[in-house]
């Protein structure tokens, strides 16, 4: 990337998960400006630590653009913001948003070019603060395949580029995204903005053992009894 063209940043949240941390963070690392790596227990994940105690933060700490941080017993929502926060601190133009059983495939020119265009408009808008300061949510395609159904794998596009993500945030549910200045643009009632090339995100839960597995679905289950008033509000 060139920095004083655009400037990118990666944000995750993980816990526990060095192996997939490993090959996510290799996909993305010579792609992005910054990886912000929020560390810590969510909150409802049954576990007796609060913190990584595999090798994560030493997988985090060996490449030189990553940044750790620890924020445990956060729930998603809000270990999700911190990233955003600090991108907003960091006046970052984008945001990409991976999880730690992902990884990415990038073509780096047409990734980069695409980035430039809406930079290049954002900034072209006869100073126009509406246009260049609006915050605009990207999707990207992604091929999943879960654990709960490994023959099965899923083609979709999910929001996961922000352009000016210090303006955006996550509210009442994990992936329902709202504009901080304007709450009634919300992300998850309305299709992203367009769909960004260059890059696709694969998900599987390969890496990962059974133990964590077991875990991660009894949070899952949780996370979604806890979120089921706001879900229904939201999405219907």
């Known amino acids: ?6 400037t990118v940043a990666a944000g995750i949240v993980f816990f526990d998960d060095e192996k997939g941390l490993q090959r996510c963070l290799r996909s993305i690392q010579s792609y992005v400006d910054l990886i912000i790596a929020i560390d810590g227990k969510f909150k409802y994940f049954e576990d007796d630590h609060d913190f990584s105690i595999d090798n994560s933060r030493k997988v985090v ?4 653009n990553a940044n750790y941080y620890c924020y445990p017993n956060l729930t ?6 911190k990233y955003l926060e600090i991108a907003g601190i960091k006046d970052i133009d984008f945001l990409l948003v991976i999880d730690s ?4 495939a990038i073509d780096t020119k047409e990734f980069s070019e695409n ?8 900034k072209s808008s006869n100073g126009d603060s509406k246009i260049e300061d609006t915050p605009e949510v990207y999707g990207i395609k992604i091929f999943e395949k879960h654990f709960e159904k ?5 083609e979709r596009y999910i929001e996961r580029i922000f352009y000016k993500p210090g303006k955006l945030r996550y509210q009442f549910i994990h992936c329902n995204m709202v504009d901080v200045d304007n709450p009634s643009r919300n992300f998850t009632t309305r299709k992203f903005t367009s769909e960004i090339n260059g890059i696709t995100l ?14 991660s679905m009894l949070y899952q289950r949780n996370l979604l009894e806890n979120e089921m008033d706001a879900r ?5």
């Open 115 to 122: 980035l430039s265009k809406i930079k290049e408009y954002k």
């Open 1 to 6: 990337m060139d920095n004083k063209i655009v």
């Open 150 to 154: 490994p023959s099965y794998i899923r």
């Open 232 to 236: 229904t509000r939201i999405l219907t």
């Open 101 to 104: 059983d992902e990884y990415a």
């Open 61 to 64: 700490e060996s490449f030189p």
């Open 76 to 81: 998603e929502i809000d270990k999700r913001n």
């Open 202 to 215: 694969y998900n599987d839960d390969d890496l990962r053992s059974n133990h964590y597995l077991q875990r």
